[in-house]
């Protein structure tokens, strides 16, 4: 199925916005302590509101937890929770990342689901941590328990260790040396196909959007997604620069895609709090959430 037609975000129209100063603005792609962020719902809220944001999607890996504490935080402010997820997903070696928005995120199928990925999860720590004691790394799979608190564990978490107890000078480092997708302690994480993370996400009436096109570097899988139901794109995020935005422009329009937005906060986990330094227009919300109610019409 191909969708080269309905719902584009024109361009122009995003890049007029924003030079026009645009007055209501939001960030799509936000992190919290229920995966591997280091700020709470609360203090994600706090910033976002402080920062004049008019809506912020909460989109924690493979966990919605943190969806009920920010919407309520936010009531106050008068600020939007967009709820959302992102799932792992993995193909040919390749880690997918899948965001969800406007998700049925009480469906009692889909939270079981996420209790065995975060099961899934568990173990891999305790893999990585046996790999690293192999390579003469004593890392206690205690201690990344313990800096994760309750959600989904992760990488960044014992990258978070591995730094704290001086095995290496940088979060970044952790990742090069031991923890990287190509380095040599890194195990792989789940059987999820991309085809099943878009699967779930339309089937809880919510909008798939490939997450950071850039860091999954394979421009010629996305129209396949597109074919399993993709619906967009995360053109603005805090790692692309101006060329790599433009190309993701290009191929949002080429392919009928939604182009979305967001800074990937992870609080201090990235080294900067990134939040306010992707500011995507509102409309774009507008557009989710109609295609949202499209793919939920066509369910019932
Ligand atoms: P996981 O879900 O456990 O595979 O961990 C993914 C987390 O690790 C995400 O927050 C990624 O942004 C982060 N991550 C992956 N590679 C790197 C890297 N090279 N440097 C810093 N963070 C990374
Ligand atoms: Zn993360
Ligand atoms: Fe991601
Ligand atoms: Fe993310």
């Not at 919407?71 to 106050?76: D, P, S, V």
């Not at 989904?152 to 970044?172: D, F, K, M, P, W």
């Not at 990287?180 to 779930?200: H, Q, R, W």
């Amino acid at each position: 199925m191909q969708r080269k037609d309905n719902n584009i975000i024109n361009k122009e129209s995003i890049k007029s916005k924003v030079s026009n100063g645009v007055k209501k603005f939001v960030d799509l792609h936000v992190h919290t302590r229920h995966s591997d962020s280091t700020l709470t719902p609360e203090e994600v809220v706090d910033l976002a509101h402080e920062k004049g944001f008019s809506a912020i999607a909460i989109t924690d890996h493979d966990c919605i937890d943190g969806i009920t504490p920010s919407i309520e935080r936010a009531r106050a402010y008068g600020l939007e929770i967009v709820a959302g997820v992102e799932l792992t997903a993995e193909d040919d070696n390749l880690e997918v990342h899948i965001l969800g928005y406007f998700i049925d995120w009480k469906a009692e199928w889909f939270a079981k689901k996420l209790v065995e990925i975060r099961n899934t999860r568990v173990k891999r720590i305790y893999e990585m941590t046996a790999k690293l004691k192999d390579a003469g790394i004593d890392v206690d799979p205690k201690k990344v328990f313990e800096v994760s608190g309750p959600g989904s564990v992760g990488r960044l978490h014992l990258a978070i260790v591995l730094y704290n107890e001086g095995y290496t000078s940088s979060i970044r480092e952790a990742f090069r040396k031991y923890i990287g997708n190509n380095s040599p302690c890194y195990v792989k994480k789940f059987k999820l196909t991309p085809e099943e993370a878009i699967d779930m996400i339309l089937r809880l009436g919510g909008v798939p959007v490939l997450a950071h096109p850039r860091v999954l570097a394979k421009d010629n899988l996305i129209p396949t997604l597109v074919e399993k139901g993709l619906r967009g794109i995360e053109v603005y995020h805090t790692e692309h620069p101006n060329n790599v935005t433009l190309h993701y422009e290009n191929l949002a329009l080429e392919q009928g895609l939604l182009m979305t937005g967001g800074s990937d906060c992870h609080g201090m986990g990235k080294g900067d709090i990134f939040i306010g330094k992707i500011k995507v227009p509102y409309d774009v919300v507008e557009d989710l959430r109609k295609e949202a109610e499209k793919i939920r019409m066509t369910q019932t």
